[in-house]
């Protein structure tokens, strides 16, 4: 582990050279308290787009809806959310999946800028940011979030904490606190954060958060029916070759219900920051710790595969490696800055940096596998336009630094390093009912391997159109269409050998071609005081659409996943709707309904085939009460059978799942302190998600009982 002074220093230079990403939150946002949602939204990533209703899509989760949905990974805290699912490798690392996307066409940010750990290259990899640490997540799609890189094609998630201040507390001091505790996977977790105001100008700001969970327990069956299928054919074999106890063994496997083996984690953080905050800007820094241990789940009956004359010693030597986990630990420093610059053509100056230093090593039982390394910084520097007549805007630059390793017998990539550059522009334009933008970005990007003696260089220009009208008051309808070119990645490019944590051997191209799409977006939404309404349909054409998948072949015992480069069409919708009903006995009755559904295919070679692990149909609707002391909701959530799938993949049953809370304000007239008490999954059904690479042997947490307690003061 190096020392935080690394960290340090380094951030230091990469301000200097204004590597530094400015999103910062817009004054109306950072005067509230108020950490519960009301009303509309305010889009604090991109301040000088009001509410990126033109070219973007947003979904806002804080406070009590926020405390109720939270779990480990950010991920899987997002799918109650339109248009999300999620990777859930394991409870330990779970990525968000947006209209199907995932890997390296979804960002997941930190105030702005990434999250600097190694998440998106492979599923088993966690997010390096706790929820239990986020006072609010915003989840982004649509062309403008091509303004955060073109790895944000599929969308992004930004998620903001208060550790860098963004205002002096009014009484001096202010807490945020969160802690609970979950049945399914005895998961006992806190947070908790304290800014002080050291003087009129400076805020200092502490936080912390502890979780710890045992093995998961599932509903249903462990295993899907296909690998029990495989689990109880590997038995009948062992039962004729007169191997009594591995076949008595096996089928017990299949039978397997209740607790998913090696699901168990343990994770802490720990963070401090400073802030210079008056009347011509403000400017603060941070230093944060993350580290990690969980298990990660492996596919069954492998250890009990061997060739015909295999002896026993041999088998039992195959079966001795013990169970994989992952120990991961990331030291972050980080710098935000903004000066105001009055009423001339330019608002704000902002300026946005981090830098960090990220480690985590795949052990195999008690031994070393393979230790993953990651130094990287990314910085953003923007200026924002004031308003002229309903033109306002704003324009900056952006770069990014990777160095990357893997060390060990299963290197799966080589080390390489990606440096990156950006200059992108949004500009909008009011007139009346009728609204204008536009954004335009133009990448350079330089992808290494210099063990490999390979460098590749790809220029890219990305840009959007859209326009909206105010058909009546409340509602508008809005179209966008957008061209969106991304450099393949260095896992894309470079990848070739074994990967014990996803039991895959994969395999990379070097020769791979920039990847571009088409998109066009619709959408009519109707906001009023007793019902808001989202419909949004989108289609993607993609040339040259990089994926990986399963070619059927195996090497070192391992199934052969390799990346292709085909045209591909991307299209889908997603819904939103909730009304008032009725006013009975000081409660609001407020009906409300979620869908989504996304469709992949690739083209060429004869018939269209289907993009791996795109999540079905999903319509999740909710009867909710509103009082002014007690909220009590209750949810019922189907999703589809997955039976549009690729090549040597499993078709996945669909579920139900049927939710209840309520959350209780003990305090009279303030919503700053919160109990809550949530059952999921009441009927204790088997659930999987598709877009998981390990859906088959890790379904979704059973039957759950969760409390938490929120309090902000």
Do not use: C
């Given at each position: 582990m190096r020392s935080l002074r690394t960290a340090a220093s380094s951030l230091a230079i990469a301000f200097v050279v204004l590597a530094a990403?400015?999103?910062?939150?817009?004054?109306?946002?950072?005067?509230?308290?108020?950490?519960?949602?009301?009303?509309?939204?305010?889009?604090v990533t991109a301040p000088y787009v009001r509410s990126l209703d033109i070219l973007g899509n947003v979904s806002v989760l804080e406070g009590d809806e926020l405390a109720r949905d939270i779990r480990g990974q950010i991920g899987d805290t997002l799918t109650r959310q339109p248009g999300v699912s999620a990777t859930s490798f394991a409870p330990g690392a779970s990525r968000p999946v947006l209209r199907g996307f995932s890997g390296e066409r979804v960002r997941v940010l930190t105030d702005g800028i990434g999250s600097i750990d190694v998440s998106n290259t492979s599923a088993d990899h966690a997010v390096t940011i706790d929820p239990l640490t986020v006072e609010r997540i915003e989840i982004l799609r649509g062309p403008a979030v091509l303004l955060f890189g073109s790895q944000a094609i599929g969308g992004a998630v930004n998620m903001f904490d208060r550790r860098i201040p963004r205002k002096v507390p009014a009484d001096h001091v202010h807490i945020d606190a969160i802690g609970g505790y979950a049945t399914a996977a005895d998961d006992g977790n806190a947070g908790a954060s304290i800014d002080v105001a050291l003087s009129p100008q400076i805020v200092a700001h502490v936080d912390g958060s502890w979780r710890k969970t045992g093995d998961v327990r599932s509903g249903g069956f462990v295993y899907a029916p296909s690998l029990r299928g495989e689990l109880l054919d590997l038995a009948a074999e062992e039962a004729e070759e007169g191997h009594a106890d591995e076949a008595a063994e096996l089928t017990a496997q299949a039978g397997s219900r209740g607790k998913v083996e090696n699901t168990a984690s343990e994770t802490w953080t720990a963070g401090a920051g400073l802030s210079?905050?008056?009347?011509?800007?403000?400017?603060?820094?941070?230093?944060?710790?993350?580290?990690?241990?969980?298990?990660?789940?492996?596919?069954?009956?492998?250890?009990?595969h061997h060739e015909e004359g295999e002896d026993e010693g041999a088998e039992e030597e195959h079966g001795e490696e013990g169970p994989v986990t992952i120990g991961l630990q990331q030291w972050r420093a980080d710098v935000r800055g903004e000066v105001e610059l009055g009423d001339g053509f330019f608002d704000k100056l902002r300026v946005r940096a981090g830098f960090a230093d990220y480690q985590h090593t795949e052990f195999e039982g008690d031994e070393v596998g393979t230790i993953f390394t990651n130094q990287g910084v990314e910085g953003r520097l923007e200026l924002a336009q004031n308003d002229r007549g309903g033109w306002r805007g704003a324009s900056g630059v952006q770069y990014s630094h990777r160095d990357f390793d893997a060390v060990g017998a299963e290197a799966f990539v080589p080390r390489n390093l990606t440096d990156q550059f950006a200059v992108f522009t949004l500009q909008e334009f009011e007139a009346g009912p009728l609204g204008l933008e536009a954004a335009a970005r133009f990448e350079t990007t330089d992808v290494r391997a210099p063990a490999l003696g390979i460098e590749r260089n790809f220029n890219s220009f990305s840009g959007a159109l859209g326009a909206t009208y105010d058909l009546f008051e409340g509602a508008k309808f809005g179209v966008s269409v957008a061209r969106a070119v991304r450099a393949p990645s260095a896992e894309e490019l470079f990848s070739n050998g074994p990967h014990i944590a996803t039991q895959s051997f994969e395999v990379g191209n070097p020769n791979l071609k920039r990847e571009a799409s088409w998109g066009a977006e619709a959408s009519f939404k109707v906001r009023t005081d007793g019902f808001n309404l989202a419909l949004t349909g989108y289609s993607n054409w993609f040339d040259d659409f990089i994926y990986s998948a399963a070619t059927g072949a195996e090497q070192d015992e391992l199934p052969v996943f390799q990346y292709f480069q085909r045209d591909a069409r991307v299209w889908g919708f997603e819904a939103e709707a909730s009304a008032r009903l009725a006013q009975i006995a000081g409660f609001n009755i407020?009906?409300?309904?979620?869908?989504?559904?996304?469709?992949?295919?690739?083209?060429?070679?004869?018939?269209?085939?289907?993009?791996?692990?795109?999540?079905?149909?999903?319509?999740?609707?909710?009867?909710?009460?509103?009082?002014?002391?007690?909220?009590?909701?209750?949810?019922?959530?189907?999703?589809?059978?997955?039976?549009?799938?690729?090549?040597?993949?499993?078709?996945?049953?669909?579920?139900?799942?049927?939710?209840?809370?309520?959350?209780?304000?003990?305090?009279?007239?303030?919503k700053n302190l919160s109990l809550s008490l949530a059952a999921n999954n009441i009927f204790d059904v088997e659930a999987r998600r598709h877009a998981s690479f390990t859906k088959d042997y890790v379904p979704l947490a059973g039957r759950d009982f969760r409390i938490t307690a929120r309090a902000s003061f």
């Open positions: 990403p400015a999103v910062a939150q817009d004054r109306s946002s950072a005067g509230s308290d108020d950490d519960v949602h009301t009303g509309d939204p305010i889009i210079l905050i008056n009347d011509g800007g403000q400017l603060g820094i941070s230093v944060s710790y993350y580290d990690s241990n969980y298990g990660v789940p492996s596919r069954p009956g492998t250890e009990h407020i009906g409300d309904v979620v869908a989504d559904m996304t469709r992949a295919t690739i083209k060429g070679g004869g018939a269209d085939r289907n993009v791996p692990r795109i999540p079905a149909l999903r319509v999740l609707g909710g009867l909710e009460a509103q009082g002014e002391r007690i909220d009590a909701r209750a949810e019922v959530e189907w999703t589809d059978d997955q039976t549009r799938v690729a090549a040597f993949e499993t078709p996945t049953k669909g579920f139900t799942l049927v939710n209840a809370s309520v959350t209780w304000r003990p305090l009279p007239d303030t």
